[in-house]
């Protein structure tokens, strides 16, 4: 366990406590990395830090119950982690949510106001959070996960659409700071974005088993994903969308 990119990393890991959080956590501690969680929800967060330790002896994971949605909180979390740990060398925003309707006309502006601070705000928090450590870092790397939809968004998906919009567009900001902070040797950190069109993993299959879920990427594929950008060179990555599903 531990012997490729990831080894010895420090990487947090924002939502930890989801499914592809989970995933996450398992894969990214396989890997031989140090990983430290945060979720709202500490017994859901406990369940997924336990499950990537027991599977992974001898792994260091760690969660901490973190409100992404105060900048000082956030701020005293990335602190806190390269404190304990000397370097952050990755985060993984895996903060999720969704609103739709039925039609455009339909759209509820309250969905947008839940959205906003759930795929945008914190995307801003975390990564406001952490730029200085990840730009110390040999090896940084800041990854959102988002969606065809915000490339390509439909009637009744707009806020949901919007809001991931936006956030790709903060983080390709952020890839544009450690472009500049490379200079002529190019960037050692990276911003990147991981695009799907929906994710499934065992519980929605197991709900639905006559269900195909074309296009969807499994949890685990992302987490491999996510694991694999370590494997690249920061400038081939930064400022990307890298697809794991088709492009619209």
Known sequence: MGNGALDGAVIAVAGAGGPAGRAALLRLAEAGATVVGADNDPERLAEAVDAARYAHGGATVTGETVDLLDLDSTRAWADRTEKEFGHVDGVVHLVGGWRGSTTFTKTELGDWDLLEKLLIRT????????????????????????????????????AYSAAKAAAEAWTLAMADYFRKAGGEQGPTSAAAILVVKALVHEAMRAERPNAKFAGFTDVRDLADAVAGVWDKPAAEVNGNRLWLTEKP
């Open 123 to 158: 995307v801003q928090h975390t990564s406001l959070a952490f730029h200085e450590a990840l730009q110390r870092s040999d090896r940084g790397r800041y990854l959102l996960i988002s969606a065809a939809g915000a490339s390509s968004p439909t009637a009744g998906n707009a």
